[in-house]
């Protein structure tokens, strides 16, 4: 081995223990929340420290992204009664679809996407609503992690997971509604945003409506369209993954 070669291994090897050192403050994290009933909105989850770096004192903040946002409404039985999420609609649970009211009938949020908002604090992300037409309202939600995701389905088979049919529904031919199964996937593209370290906390999240210009800022949550209880059964379930990049603390 010459010189020149000795010389360009080194290199290689600095630059390893200097990478290893870096991944080493990088963090996957996969998070599942199961519908449940009562939720109607507001659902947490809790992130232990994985490693000692995570609950170090010399690492106060941390870049968080959104690698993947699966929402995949659950079947519930509801009175004795299967309903499968072939019809799931956005509704909070103060829009039951009241006494006697026909599903889809004022009952439903029609929304092309939902802000999921987790209760961490971040001075990078904000949130700005305008109603220009009524009274010229506003809202603003600020210092929390936000993400807006399209509110877009996707036909992924029967509640079971399995594909009976080419979803030519409204065709020739076409298989009934009942027995399939739709979901929401979707892929941020973008860097993260700068929060407080969030391992060793419960953190809280929700969907919101990104055009809601009432103070109170409502949670949005899936129900079954059939669902005639006040409030709707909630059907959300929610599957995240996360990176997480831990943030050395300013010295100077």
Request: proline share 5%.
């Given at each position: 081995m010459n010189r020149e070669d000795k010389n360009i291994n080194n290199a290689v090897r600095v630059s390893q223990v200097q990478n290893i050192n870096e991944e080493k403050l990088k963090f996957k994290v996969i998070v599942g929340v199961q519908e449940n009933p009562g939720q109607h909105g507001a659902y947490r989850f809790n992130l232990p420290p994985l490693t000692d770096l995570c609950?170090?004192?010399?690492?106060?903040?941390?870049?968080?992204?959104?690698?993947?946002?699966?929402?995949?409404?659950?079947?519930?039985?509801i009175g004795g009664v299967?309903?499968?999420?072939?019809?799931?609609?956005?509704?909070?649970?103060?829009?039951?679809?009241?006494?006697?009211?026909?599903?889809?009938?004022?009952?439903?949020?029609?929304?092309?996407?939902?802000?999921?908002?987790?209760?961490?604090?971040?001075?990078?992300?904000?949130?700005?609503?305008?109603?220009?037409?009524?009274?010229?309202?506003?809202?603003?939600?600020?210092?929390?992690?936000?993400?807006?995701?399209?509110?877009?389905?996707?036909?992924?088979?029967?509640?079971?997971?399995?594909?009976?049919?080419?979803?030519?529904?409204?065709?020739?031919?076409?298989?009934?509604?009942?027995?399939?199964?739709?979901a929401i996937t979707h892929k941020p593209n973008n860097d993260g945003v700068l929060c407080a370290n969030p391992f060793g906390s419960e953190i809280e999240f929700n969907f919101k409506n990104p055009c809601d210009v009432d103070q109170d800022q409502v949670n949005l949550y899936l129900a079954d369209a059939l669902d005639m209880t006040i409030p709707r059964i909630d059907i959300t379930r929610t599957m995240l993954q996360l990176s997480i990049t831990l943030i050395p603390n300013r010295t100077d």
């Open positions: 609950n170090s004192n010399e690492y106060n903040q941390a870049v968080i992204k959104v690698d993947q946002v699966i929402i995949d409404p659950g079947s519930e039985i299967a309903y499968n999420n072939a019809r799931p609609l956005w509704t909070d649970r103060n829009t039951g679809p009241g006494a006697g009211a026909a599903p889809f009938n004022n009952s439903e949020s029609v929304v092309g996407g939902v802000m999921l908002t987790m209760r961490l604090p971040s001075r990078q992300t904000g949130s700005c609503a305008t109603n220009i037409s009524n009274d010229d309202r506003h809202s603003n939600l600020y210092y929390r992690f936000q993400e807006l995701i399209p509110t877009f389905w996707t036909w992924r088979g029967n509640y079971q997971g399995v594909q009976t049919t080419n979803n030519n529904l409204g065709g020739a031919g076409a298989v009934d509604a009942d027995g399939n199964s739709y």
